[in-house]
């Protein structure tokens, strides 16, 4: 069975620009989390989407947006590109939003440079 | 705020020798615990969870972790160390979304490198 897909694999941009980062959950997985992880550091909680609504977001900026499509794929939007925003972003699916056994499945990770 | 903590940057083992990276906590109410390891230009793979029950719980890889109650630790541990064990190590735990509409996010610690040596 094909695992969490992210693309795409790296991206370098320039400081004011835009970036969009895509995923595509495990077959059957209905929730996406977004994740910053910088160097050095665990990852960070960016969004959480479920049945393509917003159900939780991090302490991101407002640069920083998501949405979920009804084939419970994601984009990530970040917008006004920092060089602070240089970072791993990983993607995760779950199942289902809230049970018992929350696991949530990474996909590979963008890494992502701002000059 | 649900929290954990990873003391060690970084942990250097002799390849066939026993394994402990540690971890603590800081929640309120019941913790959901978990274990994820990144290899290289990866993405976090899962090893193990503690829910409730045991307090040794058993994973992927030969991995295990102790659930510490008394003393709000969920060490991971490997009985004998293999250099392909050589990774990034995170312990999280399960926290309510900000805001959220009853979700919960993974609040991660900071990592610990694991570093098998032959």
């Known amino acids: 069975d094909a695992g969490v897909t992210q693309s795409p694999t790296h991206l370098i941009k320039t400081r004011g620009q835009h970036v969009t980062l895509r995923c595509s959950p495990i077959?059957?997985?209905?929730?996406v989390s977004w994740y910053q992880q910088v160097l050095g550091q665990g990852p960070q909680f960016i969004f959480q989407?479920?049945?393509?609504?917003?159900?939780g977001r991090g302490n991101f900026p407002d640069r920083f947006s998501a949405r979920q499509f009804p084939n419970y794929s994601s984009e990530l939007n970040v917008n006004a590109l920092l060089l602070g925003d240089s970072a791993l972003y990983l993607c995760?699916?779950?199942?289902?939003?809230?049970?018992?056994?929350?696991?949530?499945?990474f996909g590979p990770g963008t890494r992502l440079t701002v000059t | 705020a649900q929290s954990v903590a990873q003391p060690e940057d970084q942990v250097n083992v002799a390849e066939g020798n026993p394994l402990t990276v540690k971890c603590t906590y800081s929640?309120?109410?019941?913790?959901?615990l978990f274990w994820y390891v990144q290899y290289p230009n990866r993405g976090l793979q899962f090893l193990l969870k503690?829910?409730?029950?045991?307090?040794l719980v058993k994973g992927s890889y030969g991995f295990e972790a102790e659930f510490n109650k008394s003393q709000t630790s969920f060490h991971l541990k490997k009985p004998s160390a293999l250099v392909s064990d050589s990774a990034l190590y995170f312990c999280?735990?399960?926290?309510?979304?900000?805001?959220?509409?009853?979700?919960?996010?993974?609040?991660f610690g900071k990592g610990t490198k694991l570093s098998v040596i032959p």
């Open positions: 503690y829910i409730t029950g045991d307090n």
């Open positions: 077959s059957g997985h209905k929730s």
């Open positions: 929640v309120s109410g019941n913790p959901y």
């Open positions: 995760a699916s779950s199942l289902q939003l809230t049970t018992g056994y929350y696991e949530q499945y």
């Open positions: 999280a735990v399960r926290a309510l979304v900000r805001d959220g509409a009853g979700s919960y996010q993974l609040t």
């Open positions: 989407y479920y049945e393509k609504e917003e159900r």
